[in-house]
């Protein structure tokens, strides 16, 4: 770095403030929508209109926020209650499915593993679109449709939890622990549970929130297979309240309100399981 | 029990008797299966689901497709389903509505993953280079639309290009500069700006994890060269983040055929976006508007196709692209 200082410090200290600004004006791009949305969530519906965002005048975040509960009976919060349900019972579960199989996939071997394991890999490639008539038609057949049990069952499954788990199981159990457990007579499963399981908790966490985040943003599933209302997660309560919106502009407050507040929990989820996925991000990159 | 682990059963085998030998072989067996049994509960509940919400699933496509209802005539009676062969995949091979859908997706494709990879891996890069101030915040705030839910992002930007609402437009305005952000030409480009909002960030957490591996010999090595910043960037540290290239592409690639949620929520308020925009909204209009259960059956096989052939033609393309690199050095 020390070559010809002199002669390369003016492009590289212009060097250097286009490159802080570039990545500014990036944050700029991110930060300003989310931003607007605080701030519009904090405006009664005439100053929504009059577009006239930084003037604190007519600041009804409270109201707005009333409003957002009572409109239609309380729908939100039933709504709010489905999502949460939906997303952190789904990725709990799910989570533990998919890195138990993972695991397997990178423990033990068996004929045709790798043939298998080629098969989860597909499964990441299919559109979720393609699934959704079949699976609509099948959840008919069994009484299904229209209940939670149909959007529940299919967001369990995550084949890349599975290429995920067996990443991670390969990175953080190592085989002598295993082999250990064998020679002090420990069954195969109680290793798994009492110590493998524990060992793999980071990427655990980190295929929890990849999928917490999916099912967080699933929208067509629950639009092909509810029709009832109270059954909805948020985002397709909000789609709902959206198309209302067009011909009466009461719903326009409540779904920015709405939108508010459905980021939350992720925003929250990230933060406080930081140091997880950053290290399932490189997990999941590097190799 | 001690002999059941494999590394003592080997160890044992060698010095011991023929009769030694059988026991140990024989408890391998027995340790082998409870092995193969263990790996069997671990994976059952992934494997059941795989088979009831995809394996099934996709089969049933398939089948739909070469099926159709028949109304007997005058449509009294029982519906009938019958074989049609192929005929279902013509009609939506010469459907104009789904063959313009699959020509938007394969424009939103052209204009969207080289906007996505290369913006992503730029900020990676700059990140990476070391003299940008507040790293860690820059990207906490880039990754910050991650967590903004798609539905809702398409909210926020439908209303960021709603004249009267949108604080954008206002501005543009007062520059006398009038946009129609969801007009015949704009509103590719509106939907390709969410997903790239959307998702900038994420990629470029995974390339710049991906560039953090990269070993600091190396880059020291070409700086020690007389390579500057922004030759080591393009020369050196992206050949060595390849394969997380590949995987963002992958990904993206995947996600952009899919095309359905902001799209659809646009729709809303704006009539450039017709009910068979996309392929993927086709298959929507036509399972569940039309209740055409065949004719999204085969719109589903041909994204099906279209989607693997695609991925399948990345990798080979990276992978060729790679070894021909090598082959250079």
């Known amino acids: ?287 | 029990m001690t002999t059941t682990a494999p590394s003592h059963a080997t160890a044992a085998s060698r010095g011991a008797a023929r009769s030694g030998r059988a026991v140990a072989h024989g408890s391998r067996k027995a340790a082998r299966r409870r092995q193969l049994a263990a790996a069997g509960v671990l994976m059952t509940p992934f494997f059941l689901l795989l088979l009831t919400v995809f394996l099934i699933p996709v089969g049933t496509a398939v089948g739909l497709s070469f099926f159709s209802d028949d109304q007997p005539g005058l449509g009294f009676g029982p519906e009938r389903t019958v074989f049609v062969g192929l005929r279902s995949y013509a009609a939506v091979l010469t459907d104009p509505t789904f063959l313009s859908g699959l020509g938007t997706v394969a424009l939103y494709c052209l204009i969207y993953i080289p906007l996505m990879v290369i913006g992503a891996l730029a900020l990676a890069l700059l990140l990476d280079s070391g003299v940008v101030r507040l790293r860690s915040w820059a990207q906490l705030g880039l990754f910050l639309p991650h967590a903004v839910p798609g539905i809702i992002a398409a909210l926020i930007w439908l209303y960021l290009y709603t004249p009267g609402i949108s604080p954008v437009i206002e501005l543009l305005g007062k520059a006398d500069i009038t946009i129609d952000f969801l007009g015949v030409h704009t509103v590719l480009p509106s939907i390709v700006n969410i997903a790239l909002w959307s998702n900038l960030g994420y990629n470029m957490v995974v390339f710049y994890a991906a560039l953090q591996a990269v070993p600091r010999e190396v880059i020291e090595a070409s700086v020690v060269d007389g390579a500057g910043p922004v030759r080591t960037a393009l020369l050196v540290k992206t050949p060595l983040v390849r394969s997380s290239i590949v995987m963002v592409a992958m990904f993206t690639l995947i996600w952009a055929l899919q095309l359905f949620t902001e799209p659809m929520l646009l729709s809303q308020s704006s009539p450039m976006i017709n009910s068979r925009f996309s392929p993927s909204m086709y298959i929507y209009d036509a399972a569940f508007t039309r209740n055409n259960y065949s004719l999204a059956a085969a719109a589903s096989v041909v994204l099906l196709i279209c989607t693997i052939a695609l991925s399948y033609g990345v990798t080979r393309w990276t992978s060729r692209a790679g070894s021909a690199e090598e082959a250079t050095r």
């Open chain 1, 1 to 287: 770095m020390s070559a010809s200082h002199t002669t390369a410090l003016r492009p590289r200290l212009l060097g250097r403030s286009t490159v802080n600004a570039v990545v500014a004006l990036s944050v700029l791009y991110t930060l300003l929508p989310v931003l607007w949305l605080v701030l519009a969530a904090a405006k009664n519906r005439d100053a929504l209109f009059g577009s006239d965002l930084l003037s604190l005048g007519d600041f009804s975040f409270v109201q707005n926020l009333r409003d957002l509960f009572a409109m239609d009976g309380g729908l939100y919060g039933r709504w709010y209650v489905n999502s949460l349900l939906y997303a952190v019972v789904g990725a709990a579960v799910g989570a533990l499915v998919s890195v138990a199989c993972g695991y397997a996939f990178d423990k033990y071997r068996f004929r045709h593993k790798e043939k298998l394991f080629g098969l989860v890999l597909a499964a990441v490639m299919v559109p979720q679109t393609v699934l959704a008539l079949p699976l609509y038609l099948m959840a008919s057949g069994a009484g299904l449709v229209n209940t939670f049990w149909a959007v529940f069952i299919p967001v369990l499954f995550n084949p890349f939890g599975v290429y995920l788990g067996r990443i991670f199981s390969q990175g953080y159990v190592p085989d002598e622990v295993l082999e250990a457990a064998r020679v002090d007579g420990a069954g195969e499963l109680t290793t798994y549970l009492r110590v493998s399981l524990r060992m793999l908790g980071p990427g655990l966490v980190t295929v929890f929130l990849f999928q917490l985040t999916a099912i967080w943003n699933n929208f067509f599933l629950p639009m092909v297979m509810l029709s009832d209302q109270e059954l909805y997660p948020v985002s397709l309560g909000l789609y709902q309240w959206n198309s209302s919106a067009t011909v009466s502009p009461e719903y326009y407050p409540v779904v920015i309100m709405g939108s508010l507040l459905a980021i939350v929990p992720l925003i929250l989820a990230f933060a406080l399981l930081q140091r997880f996925w950053r290290s399932g991000l490189t997990a999941g990159s590097v190799k």
